[in-house]
Structure formats: structure tokens, C-alpha cells
């Protein structure tokens, strides 16, 4: 689409006219995009419901937060977790686990593991990079994490790439930019 200029010249119109364009659609075309964007949402949560199922956490992919675990993981990197229930948790295991009171889960490698008789494990947590173990990172009065606790077990990482992730978190101002850059980026190549 075009738009007359001074002295006889043609410039393209606002990539910024949405509105516009939403009122040029006919009734079937707008049902049209607002189905592709629902289907585009359900499809992502789709495939993160199963990575769920298949790997039996409630959070299969997490990022690494704070430097605590370096060298073995460092700010940033994209862990892969399962949590199969069956699986025994073992001294030296990388654990990433949820403490009553803190929203966050939290990364750390297994130092103790306690098994009673009956079958009950209780076991301590410390960042490679830390000088004590985890117990001031526990709930008041707690000394040990427990199965229910564990949120998974790290498979696998990808290095750094959850740095957009903590970039975004850290500056909500360049969260803001990054999505009108996008959105105008679209505007653009849609006009072309």
C-alpha cells in the first residue's frame, strides 16, 4: 500500500497502522489470523504439556540462575530435566528443587544421602561454588530435602542460551524494546 507525498512522491504507508488493516479484513480473514494465533498458542503448550509427561517433571527445562554451580554450569546455560519417581537420588547427582517459601527452584548437587529402612531418603544440597551446604537455603527448622522436594534431575544443558531469559528478567526495559523491534520487524516484511 502506497500514500501520495509532497511534490508527487510515493511513500509506504505506517507499518504502525494495525487497526487499519484489521478493519480492511473481512469477517472470515480476521477468524482467520485469530485461529492461527490460537492454534500457534496451543501448539506451544502442546508440546510443554508433553515434555512434561515425558519426563516426569513439572518443569523439564529450566535456566541456570546464579553462578553457584560453576564450574559445572554457569549463568545462564539451559538445563534438561527428568524426575522419574523410581529412580533412586544418589550423592553427587545435580538436582535442581523447590524449598517452601522461595518461588525460584534452585540448582545444587546432592552431598549427603540419608535411607531409612522403611525406604524414606532424605539427603543435603550445595553448590559446587559454595563454601557450605544448603541448609540456610531450607525452610526455617529444615535440615534435609526430601523426593517431594526434587523438581528433576539434570540430563543434559545447552550453554548460555538461557541468557535471553536473564537479560529479559534483569531488564524489563529491553524486554519492551525487543518485543517492538519484533512487532515492528513483522509490520515491515508484511508491508513488503
Given at each position: 500500500?502506497?500514500?501520495?507525498?509532497?511534490?508527487?512522491?510515493?511513500?509506504?504507508?505506517?507499518?504502525?497502522?494495525?487497526?487499519?488493516?484489521?478493519?480492511?479484513?473481512?469477517?472470515?480473514?480476521?477468524?482467520?489470523?485469530?485461529?492461527?494465533?490460537?492454534?500457534?498458542?496451543?501448539?506451544?503448550?502442546?508440546?510443554?504439556?508433553?515434555?512434561?509427561?515425558?519426563?516426569?517433571?513439572?518443569?523439564?527445562?529450566?535456566?541456570?540462575?546464579?553462578?553457584?554451580?560453576?564450574?559445572?554450569?554457569?549463568?545462564?546455560?539451559?538445563?534438561?530435566?527428568?524426575?522419574?519417581?523410581?529412580?533412586?537420588?544418589?550423592?553427587?547427582e545435580i538436582v535442581?528443587?523447590?524449598?517452601?517459601?522461595?518461588?525460584?527452584?534452585?540448582?545444587?548437587?546432592?552431598?549427603k544421602v540419608h535411607?531409612?529402612?522403611?525406604?524414606?531418603?532424605?539427603?543435603?544440597?550445595?553448590?559446587?561454588?559454595?563454601?557450605?551446604?544448603?541448609?540456610?537455603?531450607?525452610k526455617e527448622g529444615?535440615?534435609?530435602?526430601?523426593?517431594?522436594?526434587?523438581?528433576?534431575?539434570?540430563?543434559?544443558?545447552?550453554?548460555?542460551?538461557?541468557?535471553?531469559?536473564?537479560?529479559?528478567?534483569?531488564?524489563?526495559?529491553?524486554?519492551?524494546?525487543?518485543?517492538?523491534?519484533?512487532?515492528?520487524?513483522?509490520?515491515?516484511?508484511?508491508?513488503?
Amino acid at each position: 500500500m502506497v500514500r501520495a507525498g509532497p511534490v508527487g512522491t510515493h511513500l509506504p504507508t505506517s507499518g504502525l497502522d494495525i487497526f487499519g488493516d484489521l478493519r480492511k479484513m473481512n469477517k472470515r480473514q480476521l477468524y482467520y489470523q485469530v485461529l492461527n494465533f490460537a492454534m500457534i498458542v496451543s501448539s506451544a503448550l502442546m508440546i510443554w504439556k508433553g515434555l512434561i509427561v515425558l519426563t516426569g517433571s513439572e518443569s523439564p527445562i529450566v535456566v541456570v540462575l546464579s553462578g553457584s554451580m560453576e564450574p559445572a554450569f554457569h549463568r545462564g546455560d539451559l538445563l534438561f530435566l527428568t524426575n522419574f519417581r523410581e529412580d533412586p537420588i544418589r550423592a553427587g547427582e545435580i538436582v535442581v528443587f523447590k524449598v517452601e517459601g522461595r518461588d525460584i527452584p534452585i540448582v545444587h548437587r546432592v552431598i549427603k544421602v540419608h535411607e531409612k529402612d522403611n525406604g524414606d531418603i532424605k539427603f543435603l544440597t550445595k553448590g559446587d561454588n559454595n563454601e557450605v551446604d544448603d541448609r540456610g537455603l531450607y525452610k526455617e527448622g529444615q535440615n534435609w530435602l526430601e523426593k517431594k522436594d526434587v523438581v528433576g534431575r539434570a540430563r543434559g544443558f545447552l550453554p548460555y542460551v538461557g541468557m535471553v531469559t536473564i537479560i529479559m528478567n534483569d531488564y524489563p526495559k529491553f524486554k519492551y524494546a525487543l518485543l517492538a523491534v519484533m512487532g515492528a520487524y513483522v509490520l515491515l516484511k508484511r508491508e513488503s
